[in-house]
């Protein structure tokens, strides 16, 4: 079945500090792969998305690139701000059988930014 | 107006009691999907929803039931609420064109 591993974290970085957050996942076929954001108290948000090898998704200064030969998509920021701590999710669709309804997530990495 | 609502944004209900959990869009999506968050879990799949009266489970669907009569509004039920339901529950819709769901707020519910 499809899975998701991301970096456990908290993850505590001083402001203009360079961000990754590592995502790995092990899918059949072409899987589509997003980031999610998920600030205190509210729901989560789309930040970003790929949908086939070595596409780069961005938004917000974020970027993370599908990288089919080591099952990757990892969050990277060069220079973060205070305004950035919250949770991240890395999820995907399955890109073959299965459920073409269903989004697979990580379990989160808290990330604190401190001034 | 926000794409989806959920309805009510907190609630404390006894065990034993039934609960209603309410998603509403307007977005016209036809996927709508339930989750609960828990620390140490992530987001975790209900039940959901690909079309009107059209419904199906999820990972961790026990002791939870769905329905959805129009596009609009997607119900979660709790019957006998249970302590182990205590969580932060969020709605997400779907269009058919792409596969990226969009969350509503969330509902806190506290079973004592």
């Known amino acids: 079945g499809n899975s998701v591993t991301q970096m456990e974290g908290p993850v505590t970085l001083s402001e203009e500090a360079f961000l990754t957050i590592n995502c790995t996942y092990t899918a059949t076929g072409y899987p589509s792969l997003f980031w999610y954001v998920q600030y205190p108290g509210e729901g989560l948000q789309l930040l970003l998305k790929a949908t086939k090898a070595d596409d780069k998704g961005s938004n917000k200064g974020f970027e993370a690139t599908y990288r089919k030969e080591t099952t990757s998509f990892h969050l990277e920021k060069g220079s973060v701000q205070v305004s950035d701590s919250a949770v991240y999710f890395c999820a995907l669709k399955g890109g073959s059988g299965g459920s073409n309804y269903k989004l697979t997530f990580g379990k989160g990495t808290l990330l604190t930014v401190n001034p | 107006d926000a794409g989806i609502t959920q309805s009510p944004r907190h609630k404390v209900t006894e065990t034993g009691t039934p609960v209603t959990l309410r998603c509403h869009q307007t977005?016209?999506?036809?996927?709508m999907y339930w989750y609960r968050q828990d620390p140490g879990h992530g987001l975790r799949l209900i039940h959901y929803s690909y079309g009107v009266k059209d419904t199906d489970k999820g990972e961790v669907s026990d002791g939870y039931s769905v329905s959805r009569s129009k596009t609009e509004d997607f119900l979660l039920t709790l019957e006998s609420a249970t302590s182990s339901q205590t969580s932060v529950y969020f709605c997400?819709?779907?269009?058919?064109?792409?596969?990226?769901?969009?969350f509503g707020p969330g509902t806190r519910l506290t079973v004592t």
């Open positions: 977005e016209n999506h036809r996927y």
């Open positions: 997400a819709g779907r269009w058919d064109s792409s596969y990226e769901q969009y």
